[in-house]
Structures are given as structure tokens and as C-alpha cells.
């Protein structure tokens, strides 16, 4: 991206940015992209802004703060929680202080001894699960949030959401006209600047000159064609996995990292094609999320297709499963045998995997 989109507006261009500030994760609601941008005081998600992003100023959204990245992960809570009651998060002591339950059978009514103008959210962290923002040393070239939306921002966007449609019928009614091999996805007006951006999808490239000159001529404003492949209008257009879930491009990331078929073999996913791949035609994206873990935990069990000594018999291990923590084995003549992985070890002296003794000795017994 050219130096100067991501200038500030006129007026601010020469103001001195401070070496130390808030940086939070922003997405943009449109093209469902995340960037990294720096504020001079504390946002909280769901914060409407203006911000620079790949083709210029939008509309964002503060998803989180962002002083965390990099550094060591501390896992959360892994106990399922129901709605927060503001006082079941407190201590035990404090709620009974705190708040007076009705009986079961009237209705539930909790009075709370705190000042009548306090929300009793803003020191619940049950309702605050996020850690407050920190300020961070400031490097490189750091983009800045350009100002936080107004209501004249949200209502202007509005508008312009409305336009899109009547953009893409235009659109689509010019790509006939010129017989252009593509496909549409979608149009966004950017709210910082007079431009529009249409997103399409193509086999092969496609000379859209002409296009381009007679949308100009309709619109007035600037126009950018960007093409984009099939993941990437998964990714902007959203829908629902066969997780029964948001397409993971749509509300998790929006980075689309490689997947191969590697990764459902390592998983002992089926290889149907019609289970392992996205609406998109392409490959889930979540094959990736969990292939190092599968990948790091199979160290700690014997290779699939090596073989095992159990009692007097040499069986193969023909399956790992890391989830049941069982290993499947066959010998001779078809027979098979599960065992679990408590009962095999790695012998560094022979350097191979045997079965442990009290293992065999059940077994012999057996």
C-alpha cells in the first residue's frame, strides 16, 4: 500500500505522535480483516472507529487490546459458566452481603447495597472478562486510529451500506454487458474517502479497463477492482461451517494459512473429500488449528506401522488415537488387540517401544 493513504487527514498530518500508547486488535466489519493500531487512551471492544486499513480510512470495530501479543499465553477458565448474575462472581462472604434471593417459588430479586447510579457490571468480572488495557513502547511504523467514530460516522456508513446494492446491480449489469469471465462478490463504499472497492472472483485474469472507465463514468468517484480467491469470498461474505459454527476466515481470523491433506491424514480424519473440505470447495481451515497438536502429542506413542512384542506374539500397531489414548495393534491370522498408552513405554537402551511389564504380565495371565 502507497505511503500516503495511510497519512492522517489534513490538519493532523504534523501532529507528533507519543512514544508510548494503547494498541488494540481492529476489525473491519466489511472486508472482515484485522489490523493493529495504536490510540492515546483506554478503548474497549465494541468501540466504533476510524481507521487505516488495506484500501484506506473505514469503519472499525476494537475487537480487543492488543499489548498481550507475543507474549506467554495463561490459559482461561476451561469450566462451563452460565449468565452472569453480577453477584456470582464475588466471594461467597460477599454475596450473601451483598444481595437477599427470594424463594423459589417468587420471583428472584436481587437488591444490591452499592450506589443507585453504579452499574454493577463495571466491577463484575463476570461481565469484564477482559484485562484492562496497558500502554506499550511504540517501534517502527505503527499505525494510529484516526479518530473514534461519531454518530454522524455510523450514520453516514449506514447510508452507504444501503448504496452497495444498487452498486452491485450496476456492476453486474456492465460485467454482462463487456461478457467479462467473473464473478461478482460484493461492493463497499469506504466511509474515509469518495471510493468504492468490488470484490470478484475469476478462473483466469481478467482485462477489466474498459469496465473500470464505464463505472467511473456512473459513479463519479474512485473505483478499485480487487480480485480475490474462493477462501478469500468465504471470508468476506460469511456463512455457516458444517461445525454449525461462523466460518472460522469470517469471525475468527482472518489470516488464511495453508492447509494440506497432510493434516486430516495426521488427524485419522476420513479422506472424503465431502467431509474435509469448507463451502468454499476448499480444504477446512480448521485441519490446521490442531495438526501440531496432534503432531507433538503422536511422539509420545509408537509410529503407526511399527511393531510391538506382546507376550510371544510380534503384532503392528495400525492405529494411534490420542483423543481415547488407545493404541490399536494387529497380529497374525487377523487378530487385534487395543491396549492403552499407560502400557507402552520407550526403552532408550534398545531404543524402541515395548510393552511395560505389569502389561505383559496381565496379559500372559489372561
Known amino acids: 500500500m502507497k505511503k500516503e493513504r495511510m497519512r492522517a487527514p489534513e490538519g493532523q498530518g504534523q501532529r507528533t505522535r507519543p512514544s508510548r500508547a494503547y494498541i488494540y486488535l481492529v476489525k473491519n466489519p466489511s472486508s472482515n480483516e484485522s489490523s493493529i493500531c495504536a490510540w492515546d487512551s483506554v478503548l474497549y471492544p465494541g468501540t466504533s472507529v476510524v481507521a487505516p486499513t488495506r484500501y484506506g480510512l473505514d469503519l472499525g470495530i476494537i475487537v480487543a487490546s492488543a499489548d498481550r501479543l507475543g507474549k506467554e499465553y495463561t490459559p482461561g477458565c476451561d469450566q462451563c459458566q452460565g449468565a452472569c448474575l453480577h453477584g456470582e462472581c464475588l466471594p461467597k462472604e460477599e454475596q450473601e452481603e451483598e444481595a437477599i434471593i427470594a424463594e423459589p417459588e417468587e420471583e428472584i430479586e436481587i437488591l444490591y447495597s452499592s450506589e443507585a447510579d453504579e452499574d454493577p457490571c463495571d466491577s463484575c468480572k463476570g461481565c469484564n472478562p477482559h484485562p484492562e488495557p496497558k500502554e506499550v513502547d511504540l517501534s517502527g511504523e505503527t499505525l494510529w486510529i484516526d479518530r473514534l467514530a461519531t454518530p454522524a460516522d455510523l450514520n453516514r456508513y449506514?447510508?452507504?451500506v444501503e448504496k452497495e446494492d444498487e452498486a452491485m446491480r450496476v456492476c453486474r449489469e456492465k460485467i454482462a454487458?463487456?461478457?467479462?469471465?467473473?464473478?461478482?462478490?460484493?461492493?463497499?463504499?469506504?466511509?474515509?474517502?469518495?471510493k468504492i472497492i468490488f470484490f470478484f472472483t475469476a478462473d483466469v485474469r481478467v482485462d477489466f479497463r474498459e469496465l473500470v472507465k464505464d463505472l467511473v463514468s456512473v459513479f463519479r468517484i474512485r473505483i478499485e477492482l480487487r480480485q480475490i480467491g474462493v477462501r478469500d469470498e468465504s471470508r468476506v461474505l460469511g456463512g455457516l461451517a458444517v461445525c454449525g459454527r461462523d466460518f472460522c476466515c469470517h469471525s475468527v481470523t482472518d489470516k488464511l494459512n495453508?492447509?494440506?491433506?497432510?493434516?486430516?491424514?495426521?488427524?485419522?480424519?476420513?479422506?472424503?473429500?465431502?467431509?474435509?473440505?469448507?463451502?468454499?470447495?476448499r480444504l477446512l481451515?480448521?485441519?490446521?488449528?490442531?495438526?501440531?497438536?496432534?503432531?507433538?502429542?503422536?511422539r509420545n506413542y509408537p509410529p503407526e506401522g511399527s511393531k510391538l512384542k506382546v507376550g510371544f506374539e510380534l503384532m503392528k500397531v495400525t492405529e494411534v488415537n490420542i483423543l481415547s489414548k488407545r493404541i490399536l495393534l494387529n497380529g497374525s491370522e487377523g487378530r487385534m488387540l487395543a491396549i492403552p498408552h499407560s502400557a507402552v513405554f520407550f526403552n532408550e537402551e534398545s531404543a524402541r517401544w515395548e510393552i511395560t511389564k505389569e502389561y505383559a504380565d496381565e496379559f500372559l495371565s489372561n
Not at 461478457?179 to 460484493?186: E, F, G, R, Y
Open 285 to 298: 481451515c480448521c485441519l490446521s488449528y490442531e495438526f501440531d497438536f496432534y503432531v507433538e502429542e503422536k
Open 177 to 194: 454487458s463487456h461478457k467479462l469471465d467473473m464473478k461478482l462478490v460484493t461492493a463497499h463504499f469506504l466511509i474515509g474517502e469518495p
Open 258 to 281: 495453508p492447509v494440506s491433506i497432510k493434516m486430516a491424514k495426521e488427524q485419522n480424519l476420513s479422506l472424503n473429500s465431502m467431509k474435509i473440505s469448507g463451502p468454499c470447495g
Open 158 to 160: 449506514q447510508e452507504l
